[in-house]
C-alpha cells in the first residue's frame, strides 16, 4: 500500500524531473504549476466528490514530454516484462453472458450486456445487488498470472457500465456499497498484496465512457462527471499505487454520448502525471493516437512490425469474449498463445492476455490451464530467453518460418516450421553482423550456420524439440558500435510565427527534439501556445555505419534535413503525424542536420526518433546531437 511519503517522494522527483528537462534545454524553466499539498481528503457524500482539482502543468512554457519513454526507468520494466494478464470483472460478470429478456428471449454478450441487451438501468442495478464474487481469490490469481510468467496485471477497476470494483467513496454505484459482497472486503487492496508479495506490477483499467453517470453524456454537465472521475483516479492512485493505467471508453460514440475530447485527454494526463510521475498511462487517456500516453494498444491483433513513434501492447482474448460467457468455450491453443507473445516480442510489443472471473469470482479453468501451459514453454530449457528483456530482432527480416528476437548479443529464431532433413532456415540480414556460436535450446543438436546470399543459412541436423516454437539461440557480433558521443543538442532558433521570419525570439541549445506542447504548451513561457516556429541546426552523430530511419511525430508541420538533402518534407498542416525517411549514416561522423518545426494553431507536437537495424527505436539522444 502506497504511504504518503513514497508520494511525496514520487512528486519531488517528479518535479526535478520536469525542472532538470526545462533546464537541460537551457530555458528558462518550464512554467510548471508548483503543486500544492494535496488537499485533506474532502469528506464526500455518496454522490459527488467534493476532492479539490490540483493545478496541474498547463500554459506557455510548459511542455508534457518529460522522458523518452522508449528509453525512461519510469517505462523499463514495461519494456522488459512484456506478458501481461488482463482481468475483466465487473457487475456483468454476475450475469455471466446471458440475460433472459420480458419476452423470454435470451440475450448475449459479457462487459457490453447491460447496452448490447438494452436492460433497464433499474433491472440492471438489481442483479447488480445480488452480485457475490465471494469466490475471487487473489492468491490464486496472481499464482495463475505466475505460472504464466505473466510479469504484470491490469484489472478493469470500472468498466464502461460505471460500476466500481473499489470502496470508492465518490458514488455509491460499486461493490462495497451495491452487492451482496462481504462489505469487509476489498478485492483491490487483496489484489494489491498478492501482486507485491509475488513481485508482479498492478495496474487499473479504467473506462472513461460511463454508461450509469447521470452527468456524463451531456457536454454540459460532463465536468461534473470528470470531477468525480478525477476523484476516483486518485483514489486509485492513492489507496493501490498502481505502475499502470489502462484507459479504455475514450472513443466517439452514443448511446450514452460520449463527449470526450483529446484536449480532455491532455488535461487528465497532465493531472495525473502530476499526481504520480511513475505512472505508465496508455493512448486512450486521449484519443487512442501516437501522441497519447506512453503507448499503443492495438485490440485482438498483432502488428506487423515495431510501431513507429510509440511502445505498444497488444491485447487479446482467451475466448472470444473478455468478461466472462459461460457459453463460450472456443479457447485458443497455448500453442497459438505462446507464439501470439513470440510476436508480439520479436516486434518490441507487450502481450496483454485476458481473463474473464464468473459470477462467483472465480477464473475459468481452461483459462488456467492454458495460461500453465505456456508458463510451462517458457520455463522450459530457458525458452523465456526469447521474451524476457527481448525485443525487436533488427539485425535480421523477419522470416516466414517463426519469428526472431534480440536480447543483447543474441537472436532468438523461434522456429515454427522447422525444416525437412538437411534444409536450412534461411535469414536475410539488415546491416553486417557476425554468428559466433548457434545451439538449439534443450537439444545438443549441432547446427551450422553458414553465409548465404543476402543473407545467413542456419541448418539445425536434428529434430524441433516440440510442437509450439523450437528456439535457435544464435550469439552475434552485432559489429562496431561507437561509444557515446559528448554531444548536449542542437541550437534552437525559436520564433513568435509560424514563417520562422525574422530574428528568432530565444536562441538556446535544446538537448533533445522531444516535445508534447500539447493544446496549451510552448517552447518557453514568452512563446503563446499558437503560431510559432523552430529551426534546429547542427550535426547529428550515429554510433553505428548502417541504413537509419529517421521518424518525427509532429502537428502542425515539420521537415528534416540530413547533409543539406530534404529527406522529410511534411511541410503541411496535420493533425499528430508520423513521417519516416531512411538514410545512410557513418559512424562518429558528424551529419549536419536542419529540422524546421511550425505550430499554427491546435495541438503542438514535435518528437525526432531514430533507429537501426542495431539501434533500437528511441528519440535521438543529446549524446549524438551537436549544436554545430
Ligand atoms: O469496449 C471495450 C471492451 O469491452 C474491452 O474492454 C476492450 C479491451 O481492450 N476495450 C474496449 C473495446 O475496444
Redesign the pocket.
Known amino acids: 500500500m502506497r504511504t504518503q511519503f513514497s508520494r511525496t517522494r514520487r512528486r519531488v522527483a517528479g518535479i526535478a524531473l520536469l525542472l532538470a528537462s526545462a533546464l537541460a534545454a537551457t530555458a528558462v524553466p518550464a512554467a510548471v504549476a508548483a503543486p500544492t499539498e494535496p488537499p485533506a481528503a474532502a469528506a464526500t457524500t455518496a454522490t459527488t466528490a467534493t476532492t479539490a482539482e490540483r493545478p496541474a502543468p498547463t500554459g506557455p512554457g510548459t511542455d508534457h514530454a518529460t522522458d523518452d519513454p522508449f528509453t525512461a526507468d519510469r517505462t523499463n520494466w514495461f519494456r522488459q516484462d512484456r506478458f501481461g494478464m488482463?482481468i475483466?470483472f465487473g457487475a456483468y460478470s454476475n450475469l455471466e453472458g446471458e440475460y433472459k429478456k420480458a419476452d423470454g428471449s435470451v440475450c448475449r454478450d459479457a462487459?457490453?450486456i447491460q447496452r448490447q441487451c438494452d436492460i433497464p438501468k433499474a433491472e440492471y442495478e438489481k442483479q447488480a445487488a445480488t452480485f457475490n464474487p465471494a469466490d475471487f481469490d487473489a492468491k490464486a490469481v496472481v499464482k495463475a498470472a505466475k505460472d504464466a510468467g505473466m510479469r504484470y496485471i491490469v484489472i478493469?477497476s470500472k468498466?464502461?457500465e460505471g460500476y466500481a470494483m473499489w470502496p470508492t467513496k465518490v458514488n455509491d454505484w460499486n461493490l462495497r456499497d451495491h452487492s451482496s459482497f462481504d462489505k469487509k472486503r476489498d478485492i483491490l487492496a487483496e489484489l494489491k498484496k498478492a501482486s507485491d508479495d509475488a513481485g508482479i506490477k498492478l495496474g487499473f483499467?479504467y473506462?472513461i465512457w460511463d454508461w450509469h453517470d447521470p452527468d456524463f453524456p451531456d457536454p454540459a454537465t460532463f465536468p461534473k462527471y470528470e470531477k468525480r472521475m478525477r476523484a476516483q483516479l486518485k483514489e486509485l492512485v492513492d489507496n493501490y499505487d498502481p505502475a499502470l493505467l489502462w484507459f479504455?471508453?475514450e472513443w466517439d460514440t452514443d448511446k450514452p454520448n460520449n463527449p470526450w475530447t483529446a484536449k480532455d485527454g491532455e488535461k487528465l494526463e497532465a493531472y495525473l502525471r502530476d499526481l504520480d510521475p511513475d505512472l505508465v498511462i496508455n493512448n486512450r487517456v486521449g484519443k487512442r493516437r501516437v501522441v497519447d500516453g506512453d503507448y499503443g494498444?492495438p485490440?485482438q491483433e498483432i502488428p506487423g512490425a515495431p510501431v513507429d513513434g510509440q511502445l505498444w501492447e497488444s491485447?487479446m482474448t482467451l475466448n472470444g469474449h473478455?468478461?466472462f460467457a459461460r457459453y463460450d468455450t472456443n479457447w485458443k491453443s497455448s500453442s497459438t498463445l505462446v507464439r501470439n507473445l513470440l510476436s508480439t516480442t520479436s516486434r518490441s510489443g507487450n502481450y496483454l492476455l485476458?481473463v474473464g472471473p464468473d459470477a462467483r469470482g472465480r477464473v475459468p479453468q481452461p483459462s488456467v490451464d492454458r495460461l500453465k501451459q505456456m508458463g510451462d514453454w517458457l520455463r522450459t530449457s530457458g525458452q523465456g530467453e526469447a521474451v524476457f528483456g527481448a525485443r525487436y530482432g533488427g539485425l535480421v527480416e523477419e522470416p516466414s518460418w517463426g519469428s526472431v528476437s534480440r536480447k543483447g548479443d543474441k537472436l532468438y529464431a523461434a522456429v515454427t516450421q522447422w525444416p525437412a532433413s538437411g534444409a536450412a532456415l534461411h535469414l536475410k540480414a539488415r546491416t553486417d553482423f557476425r554468428v559466433t556460436s548457434a545451439r538449439v535450446l534443450g537439444s545438443d543438436q549441432k547446427v551450422t550456420v553458414t553465409k548465404s546470399g543476402d543473407g545467413i543459412d542456419v541448418k539445425p541436423s536434428g529434430a524441433a524439440t516440440n510442437d509450439t516454437a523450437t528456439v535457435i539461440e544464435l550469439k552475434v557480433d552485432p559489429g562496431p558500435t561507437a561509444r557515446p558521443g559528448k554531444g548536449k543538442g542542437l541550437k534552437q532558433e525559436i520564433f513568435d510565427n509560424a514563417d520562422l521570419s525574422g530574428t528568432p525570439k530565444i536562441t538556446r541549445t535544446d538537448a533533445t527534439l522531444n516535445h508534447a506542447w500539447k493544446y496549451e504548451g510552448s517552447p518557453a513561457a514568452s512563446i503563446p501556445s499558437d503560431q510559432f516556429g523552430i529551426r534546429w541546426t547542427g550535426t547529428l552523430e550515429p554510433r553505428r555505419s548502417e541504413t537509419y530511419t529517421l521518424t518525427t511525430v509532429s502537428d502542425d508541420m515539420a521537415r528534416v534535413w540530413i547533409d543539406g538533402k530534404l529527406v522529410i518534407d511534411s511541410w503541411t498542416p496535420h493533425e499528430p503525424k508520423i513521417d519516416k525517411a531512411q538514410v545512410a549514416l557513418t559512424a562518429g561522423k558528424r551529419h549536419s542536420v536542419k529540422v524546421e518545426y511550425a505550430e499554427q494553431t491546435g495541438e503542438a507536437h514535435m518528437k525526432l526518433l531514430w533507429s537501426s537495424p542495431g539501434q533500437e527505436q528511441q528519440v535521438v539522444p543529446a549524446t549524438q546531437l551537436y549544436a554545430r
Do not use: L, R, V
Request: proline fraction near 0%; aromatic fraction near 24%.
Open positions: 488482463f475483466h462487459e457490453w478493469t468498466h464502461h483499467y473506462s479504455d471508453g494498444t485490440e491485447c473478455w468478461g485476458n
